[in-house]
Nanobody, 126 residues
Framework: QVHLVESGGGLVQAGDSLRLSCVAS????????MAWFRQSPGNQRDLGKQ?????????????NFGDAVKGRFTISRDNAKNTVYLQMNSLNSDDTAVYFC??????????????WGQGIQVTVSS
């Protein structure tokens, strides 16, 4: 299994930027992509709500983004450090959520998640 540790969360003002990091260790060879998901405060109370897809990066560099963050967030990877970064710009209150790092296998259509991080809080005040 892959062990994931997120960092970089916190409290920011609307319009600010924030960068999340996720360091992977363990059976990384089992995966070919990493992605971020988030769960907003309202969804945390509703177990039926799925975590929202934010961004994904394949180890070959290909990226995908959720509609809510396109044009504002970027995702990058430092292969030497087994670290993925989520750069979040122009943050607004709708971005307030617990952000989860994942690692898994992406075949171009489906993303099979192998591991989840523990999650990190991002709070945007308006």
């Amino acid at each position: 299994q892959v062990h994931l540790v997120e960092s970089g969360g916190g409290l920011v003002q609307a319009g600010d930027s924030l960068r999340l990091s996720c360091v992977a260790s363990g059976d990384i060879f089992r995966t070919n992509a990493m992605a971020w998901f988030r769960q907003s405060p309202g969804n945390q109370r509703d177990l039926g709500k799925q975590r929202e897809f934010v961004a994904r990066i394949s180890y070959n560099g290909g990226t995908n983004f959720g509609d809510a963050v396109k044009g504002r967030f970027t995702i990058s990877r430092d292969n030497a450090k087994n670290t993925v970064y989520l750069q979040m710009n122009s943050l607004n209150s709708d971005d307030t959520a617990v952000y989860f790092c994942t690692a898994g296998r992406f075949d171009g259509r489906y993303y099979d998640i192998d591991s989840w991080g523990q999650g990190i809080q991002v709070t945007v005040s308006s």
